[in-house]
C-alpha cells in the first residue's frame, strides 16, 4: 500500500481529542492553523509551565492507522483524532523513521519528524489502561513509545483523507527518534 492520509483533525482548545475535519491547513513554521498547538514555541501546558520560550517540536502529531487497528482489536474505543493526532496515516512505518525524515504530504505540504511523542496520562483519563497499550520494552529494558511521531511544518499547504505520503529520508547515518 502506498503511504496515505486517512483523516486529519484539529483542536482549538487543550482537548484530548481533536475532531476530525474535511481537511486542516498547516502552515510554515507553526503548524495546524487554528490547532491549540499551532506556534513557534512550545504550546504543550507541561512544557509551557517548564520553558515557554523553548521551541515548538510539536506542531504537527501523526499516529499511524495501524495502531488503532491493533487498540481496536485490545478492546479499546479509538478512531482518528482519539488519541489528540492532526493526521491519521495508513502505509508507513512512522515509527521507524529517522529524526529528520520529510514527509510530503499532498500537493505542497512538508512536515520534518522531530521524535515520538510521549504518551501521557490523559490516556488512561480517557481509556484505562490506554496508556500501557501504547508503551511497551525492548529487550534492553528501554522503554518503547508507540504513540505517534511529533513534527514541525517546513513547508504548509492544505492537507486531506486520501492525500499522498512521500518520504524523503535525511542523510546517513540516521538518527533514532527519542521521545519530544
Not at 484530548?16 to 495546524?32: D, M, R, W
Not at 501521557?120 to 500501557?132: E, P
Not at 513547508?155 to 527519542?178: F, K, N, S, T, Y
Request: proline residues 6%.
Amino acid at each position: 500500500m502506498n503511504p496515505i492520509v486517512t483523516a486529519v483533525a484539529l483542536s482549538q482548545a487543550h482537548t484530548f481529542t481533536k475532531a476530525v475535519a474535511p481537511a486542516i491547513t498547516l502552515l510554515e513554521g507553526l503548524g495546524v492553523e487554528g490547532d491549540a498547538h499551532m506556534g513557534v514555541t512550545v504550546k504543550h501546558r507541561s512544557r509551557v509551565r517548564a520553558d515557554p520560550t523553548q521551541p515548538n517540536l510539536r506542531q504537527v502529531h501523526l499516529i499511524h492507522g495501524e495502531l488503532h487497528d491493533e487498540l481496536l482489536q485490545a478492546g479499546f474505543n479509538v478512531a482518528e483524532g482519539t488519541m489528540g493526532e492532526n493526521i491519521t496515516t495508513r502505509g508507513i512505518d512512522l515509527l521507524g523513521l529517522p529524526r529528520g525524515a520529510r514527509l510530503h504530504i499532498g500537493e505542497t505540504a512538508i512536515v520534518e519528524i522531530t521524535g515520538l511523542r510521549n504518551p501521557c496520562a490523559q490516556l488512561d483519563h480517557y481509556q484505562k489502561g490506554l496508556t500501557a497499550a501504547v508503551l511497551g520494552r525492548n529487550p534492553d529494558g528501554s522503554l518503547i513509545r508507540r504513540a505517534g511521531v511529533m513534527g514541525i511544518v517546513l513547508a504548509g499547504g492544505q492537507v486531506c483523507a486520501g492525500d499522498a505520503i512521500r518520504v524523503d529520508l535525511p542523510p546517513a547515518p540516521h538518527m533514532p527518534l527519542e521521545r519530544v
